[in-house]
């Protein structure tokens, strides 16, 4: 037996294993390929879940280093979703049978923001009587608007830690008390509290990443013991701080493979959570989300924002089907789910199996 499949054989991986996992080269990594494989059929089955993705406004009053649409940016134009443009989104979802949305946008934490919101996800179960699921990516809240939130209607939340390792942080966010890994961390502590299923993940191949902090970064979502996972390569955005660094990244494909990796290693680990087949993967190869799906992910997030506002939330930059209509998006989707090998779970909430164990008793 080679050192992979000796290791891949464990009950529970420690730091160094997770670190020669990691380090593995293609040839080597089919064995862990496999194995995920093997046991999302056994824990999660053939089912790809949906969450139709409404990216609802590119307001932003945070600085991160490596996104896009930093507040320090004035290239791009910002913009709110209409109510109607909100609806029509939600409409069409629950119409394909999606049963899931994920409401998504800068950060903001002003009443007028946290009170649309809550507005948004009362009138979307009232249209929908309480039949297409939420989940929110809208950063660091207080307990209140958590609350708040979920008591409208919204149970899970994705919030990224990014990096598991506080000092990497400082690196990639100002140094204010707007940007502190403490912060993000006791958010994600509320969200728990607060009742939602919870997700997290980070980005690969940023720079000053190394390989110990990936491991470490796997480590952080076993002992948060989280329900959802969202990981994908860091892509540089010329229009950002961490643009000056882009010559000290692995290549492209080199982080692709890494995500990929990440990506089995966490459902060998989690066998039961839900992971995310990301769209920063699709941007760096053009069957990035299929090849996540076979090594162990199963949700993915069609993009329903309205076509004329996706060229303001570029994230980073070759983001993919920027132009496509919900329909466009549906349809090609489906089909790279069944070249995959795996089926749409229509009309099901496809809940973390994870959250509904914790909380079984
Ligand atoms: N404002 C919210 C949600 C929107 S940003 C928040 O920050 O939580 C959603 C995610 O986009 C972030 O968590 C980050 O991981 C990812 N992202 C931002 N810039 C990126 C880049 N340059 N490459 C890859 N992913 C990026
Ligand atoms: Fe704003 Fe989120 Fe981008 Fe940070 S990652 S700048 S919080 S949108």
Not at 275 to 297: C, F, H, N, W, Y
Request: hydrophobic share 35%; with cysteine.
């Amino acid at each position: 037996m080679n050192p992979i499949e000796e290791i891949l054989n464990k009950e529970t991986f420690s730091k160094e294993d997770l670190v020669a996992l990691l380090s593995a080269d293609e040839k080597e990594s089919v064995k862990i390929f496999e194995k995920a494989k093997a046991i999302k059929k056994e824990q999660v089955g053939k089912k790809v879940y949906f969450r139709g993705l409404i990216e609802y406004s590119n307001y932003c009053s945070k600085n991160c280093f490596y996104c896009g649409i930093r507040a320090g940016n004035s290239r791009y134009v910002r913009y709110e979703l209409t109510d109607e443009e909100v609806f029509e989104a939600v409409k069409y979802a629950y119409e394909n049978d999606f049963a899931s949305i994920v409401i998504q946008s800068g950060e903001r934490s002003d009443r007028k923001f946290t009170d649309k919101i809550e507005f948004l996800l009362k009138e979307i179960k009232r249209m929908t009587e309480g039949k297409l699921h939420v989940t929110l990516s809208l950063g660091e809240q207080s307990v209140e608007t958590y609350r708040r939130w979920y008591e409208a209607g919204a149970h899970r939340y994705l919030l990224r830690i990014e990096v598991s390792n506080p000092e990497l942080y400082k690196k990639l966010h100002p140094a204010d008390k707007h940007h502190r890994y403490e912060d993000r961390l006791e958010a994600l502590r509320r969200l728990r509290a607060a009742g939602y299923q919870v997700g997290t993940g980070v980005m690969i191949g940023l720079p000053f990443q190394t390989i110990s902090d990936l491991a470490d970064d796997l480590i952080f979502f076993r002992d948060f013991d989280i329900d959802m996972a969202g990981m994908g390569p860091y892509i540089e955005h010329e229009d950002t701080p961490l643009y000056k660094f882009r010559h000290e990244l692995l290549p492209l494909r080199g982080r692709f493979f890494l995500s990929l990796k990440m990506v089995a290693l966490l459902r060998i680990m989690m066998k039961d959570i839900n992971i995310a087949a990301t769209t920063a993967m699709q941007s760096i190869d053009p069957a990035g989300r299929e090849k996540a799906l076979m090594v162990g992910a199963n949700v993915m997030m069609p993009n329903l924002t309205p076509v004329k506002y996706r060229q303001n939330y570029l994230l980073y930059e070759n983001k993919p089907c920027i132009d496509e209509e919900a329909e466009e998006c549906k349809s090609c989707l489906e089909a790279r789910i069944h070249l995959a090998g795996d089926e749409v779970g229509y009309g099901e909430w496809g809940d973390s199996r994870h959250f509904g164990k914790r909380n079984e008793i």
